[in-house]
């Protein structure tokens, strides 16, 4: 009972202390020793929690530097300290440091855009530019205009080299490209549509001279699939009558099926996207097999599947936060080229410590060159050099869907299963950790994020119970980016992946499965 009284005695004495000299890194460890000792609450730790909230915010402010401003809000909500005018000036002040970041990230970007004709990323860029709050500062810049103009230039130049190639696939190409920017106005655009369906009536001409029915109904769909009015042409071409008239012959149709009930059932044809559904889950299958390991951890619940198997792949389309997201892998690259040190790189093949997600496939590919190759990116989807991988993320499908709509949310951290490395948000390289948070919906599935991560400046920990105050701090003011957490080493059970910047992940796929006993 003396020792207790001691130690509250002294508690208390070093809380008056850093109180009256506003010592924040006192106060920080006063707190964190009231919180480690378990006890009941002193008069001193109120007012020792407000000034030290109001030191991190008063220092922010005063920085102007993001993830400071994030870190001491954070601390704030932490802390329930957010009624004061200091956190409305905190919050302020960190969105006009982002407006300012994301105007000139953008204005860059925009800028390398078009210098390399990238068509897609002018357009991602300009629309985000448009509709996004206040954005007015971004459209003003001459880079905006400067890159609308190359976009339309470029939109323009790629139909005339589909019209000068007379190629199928580059003429629908062209023509899509056309369409998605918002360019179907132009002159090469309407010759091109043309060229289009006179080559659909040239295909459809031999398909019944070769009495062809799986040509013609690809023809038809493919022409349906061009937004062409089949049913006005149905009507006026004497081609298209014939096509139809013949398929419906090849189908053994009686002649009382209309042409637009024939015209429909093509039209509701889902095997090319029933084909890329498959294709995917193909992918994700190899993906989580490969990665995959029964190991038990303490956040397990219930029993260890032998394997995860997938029922469904969703691609996420999140504008505003893919947006973000290469905003921020783009500064974390600048810093890590204007002070590099001995880096911790997960991308050596040869080596133990490479990520698994990053490691070929059984089918002799790596998963993001996959992903690639099926979608013709021009580069591929994640740099391996700034330790930018997919990484995995398991929750409850609700939130799952809320954070591929939305975002994720730091201020949620560890509400799962708990925060050893500070409230960041945790990824894995293996699906059997992530699986450990993931429950099942009504229909018995269960659902994983697969994210690309940037973790930058890996800061390497494999003790059992790390300082996290210390873990924090080195990633939140610049030293690190990131924190690789290796309990395989240390409990034999998985490596651990946190970020501390909602900016640094984008959920890019949503994985449902379920869990094989």
């Known amino acids: 009972m003396q020792c207790i009284i001691m130690l509250v005695q002294v508690l208390q004495q070093e809380l008056r202390a850093a109180l009256e000299v506003r010592d924040r890194e006192r106060l920080s460890a006063g707190l964190e020793m009231l919180r480690y000792a378990k006890v009941a609450q002193l008069p001193e730790e109120e007012p020792a929690i407000r000034t030290l909230v109001a030191i991190e915010l008063e220092a922010a402010i005063a920085a102007r530097k993001e993830l400071e401003l994030k870190q001491a809000i954070l601390s704030a909500q932490q802390y329930e300290q957010t009624g004061s005018r200091l956190y409305k000036d905190a919050e302020d002040a960190l969105q006009t440091v982002l407006e300012e970041k994301r105007v000139e990230q953008i204005g860059r970007q925009l800028a390398d855009a078009a210098a390399r004709g990238d068509l897609e990323m002018l357009h991602s860029l300009l629309q985000a530019g448009k509709t996004r709050p206040g954005g007015s500062l971004l459209t003003e810049r001459p880079e905006f205009s400067e ?272 925060t050893l490395y500070g409230r960041g948000l945790y990824f894995s390289e293996s699906t059997g950790k992530s699986d450990e948070y993931a429950t099942e919906d009504s229909r018995g599935l269960c659902c994983m994020l697969v994210c690309r991560v940037t973790l930058g400046r890996l800061l390497y920990t494999d003790e059992e119970y790390p300082n996290t105050n210390d873990l924090v701090r080195r990633c939140t003011r610049g030293e690190n980016h990131s924190v690789l957490g290796d309990r395989e080493k240390i409990r034999n059970t998985f490596r651990e992946m946190i970020v501390y910047d909602t900016h640094q992940a984008y959920p890019e796929f949503v994985v449902w499965y379920s869990r094989e006993m």
């Open 147 to 418: 890159a609308e103009v190359a976009l339309k230039k470029g939109v323009r130049q790629s139909l005339q080299r589909a019209s000068a190639t007379c190629s199928r696939k580059a003429v629908r190409k062209a023509c899509a490209e056309a369409e998605r920017y918002g360019y179907s106005d132009l002159p090469e655009y309407m010759r091109l549509v043309d060229l289009q369906r006179q080559l659909c009536l040239q295909n459809l001409q031999d398909a019944m001279a070769r009495r062809d029915q799986e040509a013609l109904r690809s023809t038809l769909q493919e022409m349906i699939e061009q937004d062409v009015d089949v049913n006005a042409w149905a009507g006026q071409e004497p081609k298209f009558q014939e096509a139809i008239k013949v398929y419906k012959e090849l189908l053994g149709l009686p002649p009382y099926f209309e042409n637009e009930q024939v015209l429909s059932k093509i039209s509701k044809s889902s095997v090319k996207k029933e084909l890329l559904q498959n294709t995917l889950c193909e992918v994700f299958q190899e993906l989580l097999d490969a990665t995959y390991r029964r190991v038990r951890t303490k956040d397990r619940r219930g029993d260890v599947p032998s394997r995860l198997i997938v029922k469904e792949a969703v691609v996420v389309k999140n504008l505003p936060n893919f947006v973000e997201y290469v905003r921020r892998r783009e500064e974390i690259r600048k810093e890590c080229q204007e002070r590099p040190h001995p880096a911790t790189l997960l991308n050596q093949l040869e080596s133990r410590s490479v990520c698994k997600t990053f490691a070929a496939l059984p089918s002799g590919k790596p998963f993001h060159q996959v992903w690639r190759e099926s979608h013709d990116l021009p580069n591929d989807p994640v740099d391996a050099g700034i330790n930018e991988f997919y990484l995995f993320h398991g929750t409850k499908p609700s939130s799952a869907l809320a954070i591929a709509e939305g975002d994720f949310r730091l201020d949620l951290a560890g509400s799962n299963a708990g």
